[in-house]
């Protein structure tokens, strides 16, 4: 049976049996107090790792400004109606699918496009001008945060009139969803599954979004 033809129950049940462990047990990695399935995180800026907080810890660490080791990832999300992405700039990303995630690094001061795949994410060779030229275009795009939110650029679809999306996203959604196309990917293209689950993930980054001014 395709998974198309499936009872809606069993493609319900199979999505809840594939959804992501949690990072810890249930503890916030900070002072070991219990947090709840759906918790919040913070940047370890040195090592680059995603912990797992419990609020009070969180709110250590939501000073933008604050010369700490730690940063709270935001849970804003933004759209871009106005952006724009000359397709053969996208070109020389050498994006071999249709998504990437830009994010800058604070300490190493530039900022990286990763594509995912199943081997999880990819760092792409990105032209040292890259970034300056997006947001040349897109000055709005500057109120992204470094180390702790990502843009998200889904390519056109194929039908006429589809342009370039971008999405503003906290950055450990686009851990999640690396995660969750690392399970669900099959060849080339990603297979049926793993395109039914970017379907439903960027129509929650949409729910989700309300557009930059
Ligand atoms: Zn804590
Ligand atoms: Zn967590």
Do not use: K
Request: glycine share 4%.
């Amino acid at each position: 049976m395709t998974a198309s033809r499936q009872a809606p129950l069993a493609t319900l049940r199979r999505i809840a049996n594939s959804r992501p462990a949690p990072v810890t047990a249930e503890r916030c990695e900070m002072c070991a107090e219990t947090v709840a399935e759906r918790h919040q995180h913070v940047v370890n800026l040195r090592s680059r790792a995603l912990m797992c907080t419990c609020r009070a810890c969180y709110l250590l660490f939501t000073d933008p400004a604050a010369e700490l080791r730690y940063r709270a990832v935001p849970d804003r999300y933004l759209s871009f109606p106005d952006f724009r992405l000359d397709p053969a700039r996208w070109d020389e990303w050498q994006i071999p699918v249709g998504l990437a995630f830009l994010f800058t690094n604070s300490a190493a001061d530039r900022t990286v496009v990763f594509y995912p795949g199943p081997a999880g994410a990819t760092e792409s060779e990105l032209p040292v001008d890259a970034w300056e030229a997006v947001t040349a275009t897109n000055p709005a795009l500057r109120v992204l945060a470094p180390d702790v939110e990502a843009l998200l650029i889904r390519a056109p679809g194929a039908r006429v009139g589809d342009g370039f999306a971008c999405h503003l996203v906290p950055v450990d959604v686009c851990y999640e969803l690396v995660g969750l196309l690392r399970r669900t990917w099959r060849g080339f293209d990603g297979g049926q599954e793993a395109r039914a689950r970017l379907t439903e993930f960027f129509a929650m980054v949409a729910a989700r979004s309300r557009p930059a001014s």
